[in-house]
């Protein structure tokens, strides 16, 4: 089992940035394919990006190439968000969640079996 806890969202203007963190318990850390999904009011939640377990592939919906960054720290058991020139339509929730599976898709939902209670990142016009 591990609990993930993420921080780090609030309020910001078209354009800005935010960092979102994802702590997460236990020893296993490591194990997981660590995932960020959004979800907007009224619609499904999405796949965002997602790191694997040593760091060294990343994977990131076409939307946010280029502005998003992932990356993570085993020894603090930590993932993390930097999100730059953000846009209003980057407004949602954001949740990270943890993939024990095989899989080298990392964009599947349906994988990830650990999630956070999310974030609200709201990026005003």
């Known amino acids: 089992q591990v609990q993930l806890v993420e921080s780090g969202g609030g309020l910001v203007q078209a354009g800005g940035s935010l960092r979102l963190s994802c702590a997460a318990s236990g020893r296993t850390f490591s194990r997981y394919v660590m995932g960020w999904f959004r979800q907007a009011p009224g619609k499904e939640r999405e796949f965002v990006g997602a790191i694997s377990r040593a760091g060294l592939i990343k994977q990131y919906t076409d939307s946010v190439k280029g502005r998003f960054t992932i990356s993570r720290d085993n020894a603090k058991n930590t993932v993390y968000l930097q999100m730059n020139s953000l846009l209003p339509e980057d407004t949602a929730v954001y949740y990270c969640?943890?993939?024990?599976?095989?899989?080298?898709?990392?964009?599947?939902?349906?994988?990830?079996?650990?999630w956070g209670q999310g974030t609200q990142v709201t990026v005003s016009s």
């Open positions: 969640a943890g993939d024990v599976s095989s899989s080298s898709d990392y964009g599947l939902i349906d994988d990830y079996e650990y």
